[in-house]
């Protein structure tokens, strides 16, 4: 067996609520989302002590040998963390070797006899006493009487100089990744507003694109919710807790896409009271396919995707100021097309299909049609028009047409071009039981974009 053990450092410059660092240098993972990511690399992870405890003897090969382990731990740490690692034969081995590098020291040669016995946890409670008796290293313990050794001190150091030795099998309580994300964390001082809400909330967000790497999840809302610190204020009785919901059309593991949400959504609540407590949890995910690459310059433009731009509008002006155009399942050219929330028919699982399987038709259709004037026998729209496709006859005594009269309507379609606005979507319409004199009506139904 060969075990490795890890210790973080976090760097000193990790910022203060305030103070002018990114989001991701402050963004330091709490100690299980650490676990969660030992996790990546093998599955038997336990926390013993100070330390995290990771066997790979049986995976290490799979990543390419033990040097090349690490490198590879090393080079997908969090940002703002520094790695402190040693290894050994069994856990505590490389526990004690751990301690040794902490204190600027350099393991002995012989392991693990000549190793300090105050890098023995078990020892610990008895260093007085067994430094009289002459004991300094592991070996001097391990080789006094057995049953005098577990009689004065007591089985646990007996037993950990047998696992230490690799005498008799380990035992530990491997980590495991929860089904869903939920954390706390108590705020370093009284939140105020939003600004100090979401420096805190930074950590949070850490730990959690840890659990969706772990899990292979991607997130589609999250709810943040935070403590209230005073139960009554101005005479009015307050709630224990408020909270945001944060929502995105696309399942993400992008915790900056994430963040600018989640910080639009607080800039726009007023907290009750002072925060105390933070809490983060997964409110929907779903299984996560990866990212799509491409060698392409074109399909890697810098900027936003149109989603991101989309979600982030919606949590900012709301999202019933934020439309998107759909298509509907509907012969009559007015009714083709609704208008909902951006948010919604981007949650959609699939573009809706246009249900009149004509991609001549426009993106953009007026709620209801524009009367159009005549100029020498020809509709104007931004000047005169020159028709390019068409006609298209649709004919129909259903369509509840008011201008109709209840006579049945015909309509035919033209794509035209006008000299100012470029392509649109008009039509001419005329009464079935109208005169061949009846001068046609010309409407102007849709533009192109």
């Keep these: ?79 703002g963390l520094r790695l402190q690692q040693a290894q050994g034969a069994t856990s505590l081995i490389a526990l004690a070797r751990l301690r040794m590098y902490a204190c600027g020291e350099q393991p002995p040669a012989g392991v693990p006899d000549d190793l300090p016995l105050e890098t023995l946890t078990a020892a610990r409670p008895h260093l007085d006493v067994l430094a009289h008796l002459g004991c300094r290293r592991w070996g001097d313990v391990a080789a006094l009487p057995r049953a005098g050794l577990t009689r004065r001190f007591g089985a646990p150091l007996r037993e950990a100089l047998d696992r230490a030795w690799g005498l008799c099998p380990e035992s530990h309580e491997w980590l495991l990744l929860p089904e869903a994300f939920d954390q706390k964390l108590e705020l370093p001082a009284l939140a105020q507003g939003a600004p100090e809400l979401m420096w805190s909330a930074n950590r949070l967000l850490a730990s959690l694109q840890i659990w969706l790497r772990g899990r292979q999840r991607g997130v589609l809302s999250l709810e943040l919710q935070w403590t209230l610190d005073l139960r009554r ?122 249900p009149r399987g004509n991609g001549l038709h426009p993106p953009w259709l007026l709620r209801e049609p524009l009367p159009l004037p005549m100029h020498d026998g020809h509709p104007c729209y931004r000047g005169p028009l020159r028709r390019l496709v068409g006609p298209q006859r649709l004919e ?39 005169t061949d004199d009846t001068a046609p009506r010309w409407f102007l139904q849709g533009l192109y974009a």
């Design 233 to 354: 204020f101005n005479g009015v009785d307050l709630p224990p807790h408020q909270s945001i919901t944060v929502r995105t059309a696309q399942p993400t593991q992008d915790m900056a896409h994430l963040r600018r949400l989640m910080s639009e959504r607080l800039a726009l609540t007023q907290l009750a009271a002072p925060a105390s407590w933070l809490r983060l949890r997964s409110v929907d995910t779903t299984p996560w396919a990866g990212a799509s690459t491409s060698f392409l310059p074109e399909d890697n433009r810098k900027g936003d995707r149109l989603h991101e731009l989309v979600e982030r509008l919606s949590t900012r002006l709301g999202a019933d100021q934020v439309l998107r155009a759909s298509a509907r399942a509907d012969a009559r050219p007015q009714a083709m097309q609704q208008w909902q929330p951006a948010l919604t028919s981007m949650a959609a699982a699939a573009a809706p299909v246009d």
């Design 1 to 79: 067996m060969h075990w490795i053990a890890l210790q973080w450092l976090p760097d000193a410059a990790a910022g203060t609520p305030g103070a002018s660092v990114r989001p991701e240098q402050t963004a330091l993972p709490s100690a299980e989302a650490m676990g969660w990511w030992a996790l990546e690399f093998t599955p038997r992870v336990a926390w013993v002590d100070e330390a995290l405890l990771l066997e790979v003897s049986a995976c290490e090969r799979l990543w390419g040998g033990r040097r090349a382990l690490m490198r590879q731990m090393a080079s997908s740490l969090p940002p």
């Design 396 to 434: 129909a005594g259903w369509w509840g047409d008011s201008r109709s009269g209840g006579q049945p309507s015909v309509r035919d379609y033209y794509i035209a071009q006008s000299p100012e606005a470029g392509l649109v979507w008009v039509f001419c319409e005329r009464l079935a039981a109208a």
